[in-house]
Nanobody, 116 residues
Framework: QVRLVESGGGSVQPGGSLRLSCAASGFAFSIYGMNWHRQVPGKEREFVARITPNGNIANYATDAQGRFTISRDNGKNTVYLQMNNLKPEDTGVYYC?????????WGQGTQVTVSS
């Protein structure tokens, strides 16, 4: 079955960096676009970034543009989210998401906390 396992979250100070990873299994990873979403306290889950199956095109939410970079390694069935210049408002749970046959599969999430 489809399995997505995020890792790499943690606590950092404002201006710091984190690299999230999502290990995927149970589906043909290299033919699907992959996404990162997040849920910040008090808000609905929101889109963060998306990458095409071959990794040549990435799209970002407005407040992620220029600070976050999504990438993937199809040989390792893994998608990454490099987050730089983190802000307190980036605090939340970050999820890896894949859409297959009109159904969205979510990982369990990894907590990111940005605080001084």
């Amino acid at each position: 079955q489809v399995r997505l396992v995020e890792s790499g979250g943690g606590s950092v100070q404002p201006g710091g960096s984190l690299r999230l990873s999502c290990a995927a299994s149970g589906f043909a990873f290299s033919i699907y676009g992959m996404n990162w979403h997040r849920q910040v306290p008090g808000k609905e889950r929101e889109f963060v970034a998306r990458i095409t199956p071959n990794g040549n095109i990435a799209n970002y939410a407005t407040d992620a543009q220029g600070r976050f970079t999504i990438s993937r390694d199809n040989g390792k069935n893994t998608v990454y989210l490099q987050m730089n210049n983190l802000k307190p408002e980036d605090t939340g749970v970050y999820y890896c998401v894949v859409g297959i046959d009109r159904f969205d599969y979510w990982g369990q999430g990894t907590q990111v906390t940005v605080s001084s």
